[in-house]
């Protein structure tokens, strides 16, 4: 079943001479449940298309479906619920709020969200990115590893459908990075989430269903691997 559909997505930034063409005409589709790699050089356009995907970034033209529905034609308040409900988003920083412990920032945007955390869930994502016994744990008193599981569990909290992960193991090393894969692959399986990933590792890269390769804003390569 088709989750994310992508019709002739371009950005620009800048007028004039100053023009930078982001993205170029891009369009493809995403089945749920799908992980996808997507690789190209710095200053490809791959954060941009993330970020569009994610409802975080306006596209000049063109259009993203999820589910169906048409992203950037809802309201500023829709798109906001779409954001917090439909998207997982996965930073290279973390991005976890320093006063706030584990439990306080995975639980967050469900609380931002006005809704009643499900602490089912809650204990099921602590077990599983191997975080009991530092739910009260501020960020400080973590390690880059732990500081990322947090920030995988709090992007899926509520269960969104997709997940958007922007070089997540960038700041750690081969064996956190390949824990941190290990456990979204965990994700991607165990909850039928669709999964898609930048990355400038080959190897995490090749773990992939499929690998989507960007050059100058354009699609240069879209392959099935497995």
């Known amino acids: 079943m088709e989750i994310l559909r992508i019709e002739n997505l371009s950005k620009i930034y800048g007028e004039g001479n100053n023009q930078v063409k982001a993205l170029d005409d891009i369009s493809f589709s995403v089945t749920q449940g799908e992980f996808i790699a997507i690789i190209g050089p710095s200053g ?11 409802g975080v970034d306006e596209p000049t033209s063109g ?6 529905s048409d992203v950037y034609r809802q309201d500023d308040e829709k798109l906001a619920v779409f954001r917090r409900r439909q998207v997982g988003l996965i930073y290279q920083f973390y991005n976890l709020i320093p006063v706030l412990n584990v439990v306080e920032n995975m639980t ?10 499900n602490d089912e869930r809650l204990l099921e994502l602590v077990k599983i990115l191997n975080l009991g016994g530092r739910e009260h744990h501020l960020p400080n008193q973590l390690s880059g590893g732990q500081q990322q599981r947090v920030s995988i569990g709090r992007a899926l909290m509520n269960a969104p459908a997709v997940v958007l992960a922007d070089e997540p193991t960038g700041n750690l090393d081969s064996k956190n990075s390949q824990e941190i894969i290990e456990l979204l692959k965990e994700s ?28 100058d804003g354009r699609i240069i390569r879209d392959e099935v691997v497995r």
């Open 63 to 68: 259009k993203v479906f999820m589910d169906g």
């Open 188 to 215: 991607n399986k165990r909850y039928n989430q669709t999964l898609i990933m930048i990355t400038h590792d080959e190897n995490i890269a090749l773990q992939a269903n499929r690998i989507i390769s960007i050059e």
């Open 108 to 117: 967050l945007p469900v609380l931002l969200d006005g809704r009643k955390v």
């Open 44 to 54: 490809s356009g791959k954060s941009t298309l993330l970020h569009i995907l994610g």
